[in-house]
């Protein structure tokens, strides 16, 4: 009852003031008729122990303990009125006359009650006016400082709204004079408090042609992409909003909201899932050629230069280029991935370099911001770059050269900042002698180039990813648990045309039909089964299933011939000693060694091309 009592406190005195020397106590109860206050009561009867607690503050004068009584009887009521001797249910109040008049708030609840007492022979019909007239009063300022109250609560929630807003907020009078603003819009126009507050809007930021002029605003617009001059001569490229406040007869103000469109790139490219999740520490590989294309790669990520990945398809090309963004310097920033070979000609610059509005028939009449804009601050990887359309080519030499694009449609260039991966699995040099392929944006991608190892020539790592995907599996829910040494001397033996991807796809599948907790050969696929050894000869051994014969039986039985050993192991293997050291469990030199004395032509199991 704070705020009452100090409303109250001063119609208190001056009504006290008024009745001084009429023998009349002034007091103030809240809704339930407890005293809050009291001012006045000279005369001595109003010293008796009977009475004297019943003016003090914390006394109750409501009617369940001082039964009927002005303040008590008011409360219940809920209208003035005045209550003389006898009336009062007390006999000891009979001393009394007593005036009250309820207090209500904006909503009309009783807030409190305000009553003035004295000896019953002092009855004046005048008085209870006075109380009436005190009352109203106290009423109207209560409600007038509860308004101030609720206007600063929602200034200050308003303020403080604002300053949490991650965009620059700018509020102007009608005639364009800045009356509020944010933090933010302080940091994007370079401008401290003091230079914003009460100047006008123009000084700070305006628009050219054809954009719409901020002074003279007639209609509003949202999260429209525009250019302002900032007040040192720099243009600024932003996402704007202009709201007009309209008051119940005029104009009263304008709304900006703003932000830079490379700030809001980069929060849509967060939002849309344009991140890398890859790092060097997923690269699954011990081979020697595996190991030194993630040094190289590691080389390229400490660097901002262009890469070039080259590869078969399904060697991992976009692991690397996720694996580089995350261990550069742009880790923080988007990674965007541009399928160049799957976008028609038609299609891929406006999905790399956006689109003004009305640039063709179907264009969002907001425009589009590309790629390039989006991953700004960031990598974007170009896949396939060998397929991209020879028109195309040309627009993305020009990003390369001068670090910005134009969108179609549209003459502004907007400067990005970049790093370009790109990626492919064709010969660029043979490309660019058929003219398929630019030579100048070869020698502009070929900066860093990073050559990735067909899997067939990464040896053991064969079965480290066999068993990392079956790792996965078993976090997956598959029941498998492991492959059969059967099924796994198949898998290092087949000479995988598809790379990494297509070891994932075979282990899936074996993982999806196995009915136990191991994969054996009959789980793989009959292209993988096929490449065994030729059929063992007919006199096998009688209790041995034609299907149990692998290169371990045939090299158990052809123990007494090294040589022939050696010649089945690079048949089936087509001439590579490499693989063949392994299939036979020796080291490659000793293989070389015993070839030499067998006088043994490697040449002729190889295949041609």
């Excluded at 620059?168 to 603003?181: H, L, N, R």
């Excluded at 860093?448 to 990464?458: D, M, N, Q, T």
Aim: hydrophobic share 40%.
């Amino acid at each position: 009852n704070r705020l009452l009592i100090a409303v109250a406190q001063s119609y208190l005195t001056k009504l006290s003031s008024f009745l001084q020397g009429e023998q009349f106590v002034v007091l103030i109860t809240d809704a339930a008729g407890i005293v809050l206050d009291v001012a006045g009561g000279t005369c001595n009867f109003m010293s008796e122990s009977k009475v004297q607690t019943y003016m003090h503050a914390g006394a109750s004068r409501n009617e369940n303990y001082a039964g009927t009584n002005a303040t008590g009887t008011c409360l219940i009521l809920d209208r003035p009125l005045q209550i003389r001797g006898a009336e009062h249910f007390i006999k000891a109040h009979h001393i009394f006359t007593c005036s009250a008049a309820p207090i209500h708030d904006h909503d009309g609840r009783i807030i409190g009650c305000l009553s003035v007492l004295g000896p019953v022979q002092a009855h004046y019909k005048h008085t209870l006016g006075m109380v009436v007239a005190a009352a109203d009063g106290i009423e109207k300022e209560f409600k007038l400082r509860q308004a101030y109250r609720q206007t600063e609560l929602v200034n200050s929630q308003l303020s403080r709204t604002l300053q949490a807003l991650s965009t620059g907020v700018i509020m102007t009078d009608p005639t364009g004079v800045i009356v509020q603003f944010n933090e933010y819009a302080c940091k994007i126009l370079r401008q401290s408090r003091q230079n914003l507050a009460g100047k006008h809007l123009a000084e700070y930021m305006r628009t050219e042609a054809p954009d719409p002029n901020l002074e003279r605003l007639e209609n509003e617009f949202y999260n429209r992409e525009t250019t302002v001059l900032l007040k040192s001569g720099e243009s600024l490229s932003i996402s704007l909003t202009a709201c007009i406040i309209r008051g119940s007869d005029r104009r009263a103000g304008t709304v900006f909201m703003f932000d830079r469109t490379r700030n809001i790139n980069r929060v849509v490219s967060q939002r849309s899932g344009f991140t890398a999740r890859y790092t060097f520490d997923d690269l699954i590989g011990e081979s020697p050629e595996m190991i030194q294309a993630k040094a190289i790669s590691r080389l390229a990520a400490e660097r901002d230069s262009t890469v070039l990945i080259l590869g078969e398809s399904g060697t991992g090309k976009e692991l690397f280029a996720q694996a580089i963004h995350n261990a550069s310097a742009r880790a923080s920033g988007p990674f965007i991935a541009i399928n160049c070979g799957a976008l028609p000609q038609g299609l891929i610059e406006s999905e790399m370099f956006g689109y003004v509005s009305g640039a063709f028939t179907g264009a969002s009449k907001e425009g589009q911001p590309g790629k390039f804009e989006l991953a700004d601050h960031g990598t974007i990887f170009l896949d396939e770059i060998g397929d991209m359309p020879l028109a195309s080519q040309a627009a993305l030499l020009r990003v390369l050269q001068l670090k910005e694009i134009v969108r179609i449609g549209g003459k502004k260039s907007i400067p990005v900042d970049v790093r370009i991966i790109a990626a492919t699995n064709r010969d660029l040099a043979g490309k660019i002698q058929d003219k398929t392929f630019r030579g100048d944006l070869f020698y502009r991608l070929n900066v860093f180039p990073i050559k990735l190892p067909a899997l067939r020539s990464r040896g053991g790592d064969i079965r480290l990813l066999a068993e990392h995907f079956l790792l996965q599996g078993r976090a997956s829910g598959f029941q498998a648990q492991e492959l059969t040494e059967q099924a796994m001397a198949l898998l290092e033996r087949y000479s995988w045309p598809g790379n990494v991807r297509e070891l994932q796809n075979v282990m899936e599948r074996a993982m999806n039909i196995a009915s136990s907790t191991q994969i054996t050969p009959a789980q793989l696929p009959d292209e993988i089964r096929l490449t065994s050894l030729p059929e063992p000869p007919a006199q096998r051994e009688p209790d041995r299933p034609a299907s149990a014969w692998s290169i371990e039986s045939r090299i158990e039985q052809l123990k007494g011939s090294e040589g022939e050993m050696i010649h089945l192991a690079l048949q089936r293997t087509g001439g590579n000693v490499s693989r063949a050291s392994q299939l036979l469990g020796i080291p490659r030199k000793t293989l070389y060694r015993k070839i030499q004395a067998c006088g043994i032509d490697v040449s002729r199991y190889r295949f041609d091309g």
